[in-house]
C-alpha cells in the first residue's frame, strides 16, 4: 500500500483558488480548490497507485458532524476530491498534543502502508525524523505543482 497524507491549506487551498472563489462568489462551505494543484494530486495519484490520506486540520471538521456548516464544508472537500479522482480514502487519528507527525506514525503504525510521502506546506514533524524524512514541502504562496508532484513520486516508488 502506498499513501499520499495531504494536507489542504497552501496544498490545495491557495492564492489562487481564493481569487477564484472571490470571483465566483462562492460561499466557504462550496469553495473550489487550486485546479492545478488537483491535477498534479491526480496525476501523482494515478502514476504512483497511491491512496490520499487526509493529515490537514481540516479533519478537525469531524469532532463537528453536527454543526451543519461544518458538514456542508467537509463534503465539500471530499466531493472535490473524489470528482477529481482522488478520492480520501483515510484520516489521521487525532494525537493529543503529539502534532501532525505523531498523527501520522499513529496512522501508519495501525496499516499496511509499505511507502507513503507527506504533501505539506509546514515542517510539523519536529521529534519525528522518520516522518521528516518523506515529506515534500509545498510551497503555500502556490500549491502542488509539477516540481512537488515528481519529487512525491520519487518518494512512492523507492
Not at 481569487?19 to 485546479?35: G, I, K, S, T
Amino acid at each position: 500500500m502506498k499513501v499520499i497524507f495531504l494536507d489542504v491549506d497552501g496544498v490545495l487551498c491557495t492564492p489562487l483558488s481564493f481569487r477564484l472563489n472571490r470571483l465566483r462568489r462562492l460561499p466557504a462551505e462550496r469553495q473550489r480548490f487550486d485546479p492545478v494543484s488537483l491535477f498534479w494530486l491526480r496525476w501523482l495519484a494515478r502514476r504512483s497507485g497511491a491512496e490520499v490520506v487526509l493529515s490537514s486540520s481540516w479533519r478537525d471538521a469531524f469532532l463537528m458532524m453536527d454543526d451543519p456548516f461544518c458538514r456542508a464544508y467537509l463534503q465539500n472537500l471530499f466531493t472535490r476530491l473524489r470528482q477529481n479522482g482522488t478520492p480520501l480514502a483515510d484520516v489521521t487519528p487525532m494525537v493529543p498534543r503529539g502534532g501532525k507527525g505523531a498523527e501520522i506514525a499513529a496512522w501508519l503504525g495501525c496499516s499496511a502502508c509499505r511507502r507513503f510521502v507527506i504533501l505539506d506546506d509546514n515542517d510539523c514533524f519536529s521529534g519525528h525524523p522518520e516522518i521528516a524524512a518523506r515529506w515534500v514541502s509545498i510551497p503555500g504562496s502556490r500549491g502542488l505543482r509539477r516540481k512537488e508532484a515528481q519529487a512525491a513520486l520519487r518518494f512512492l516508488e523507492r
